[in-house]
């Protein structure tokens, strides 16, 4: 985990996260989970990345203003819709860019990024910020069938953290989970097809 002096960065892939904590059966109270990678007070920064669209701007709203009240960075990218060539709807919405240019932004004022992401698109990104002597955590999971975590970036990684191992100390309470209600459940996902007329 984060030294107590190390000046650390937390970049969260929204998408992933939901996707991670749903598959093992959880919600996670970010509060805790920013208190979890800032133990000496030296958390430089906590970005949280989500691909959004009209129609999850209602529910994701809530989630996405309770983080940006709570010392969280919040970066918005909307989706992109498209026709494939066999005529499905498909929706888009990587924000992989926006977090390497993020994360090269921020290393020269960093010891350490944590990286809770899946995507194995990122491994350069690790790789060139090793380079530039940072530290790099991923956290993710491989208790799930499939893992949600590429094992390029895994391997890749200076610290591979278990999202599983995790959930004793970033859960959300039943009590506040109920009490939420809806928004934070829809967080990401992935892409979504239906098939056009005609």
């Not at 990286?115 to 990122?122: F, M, S, T, V």
Request: hydrophobic share 40%; no cysteine; glycine share 8%.
């Amino acid at each position: 985990m984060t030294a107590p002096a190390q000046r650390t960065a937390l970049l969260i892939d929204g998408a992933s996260l939901h996707s991670a904590a749903k598959a093992l059966g959880f919600d996670v109270d970010f509060r805790r989970l920013r208190e979890q990678f800032d133990p000496g007070g030296l958390l430089v920064r906590a970005i949280y990345y989500v691909s959004t669209s009209e129609g999850l701007e209602p529910v994701l709203r809530p989630l996405l203003d309770w983080l940006a009240y709570n010392g969280f960075t919040v970066t918005e990218k909307p989706v992109k819709e498209f026709v494939d060539d066999r005529g499905y709807r498909r929706v888009k919405g990587n924000i992989a860019v926006e977090l390497t240019v993020d994360a090269i932004e921020l290393a020269p004022r960093l010891d350490h990024i944590v990286l809770i992401a899946g995507d194995g698109d990122l491994r350069p990104l690790v790789k060139a910020l090793q380079s530039r002597g940072i530290r790099v955590s991923v956290v993710s999971t491989t208790s799930t069938d499939p893992p949600m975590v590429a094992d390029q970036l895994r391997r890749q990684a200076d610290e591979f953290i278990e999202l599983a191992e995790l959930r004793s100390r970033i859960q959300r309470d039943r009590s506040e989970r109920d009490a939420a209600g809806s928004a934070a459940t829809a967080v990401g996902g992935g892409p979504r097809l239906s098939r056009l007329p005609g």
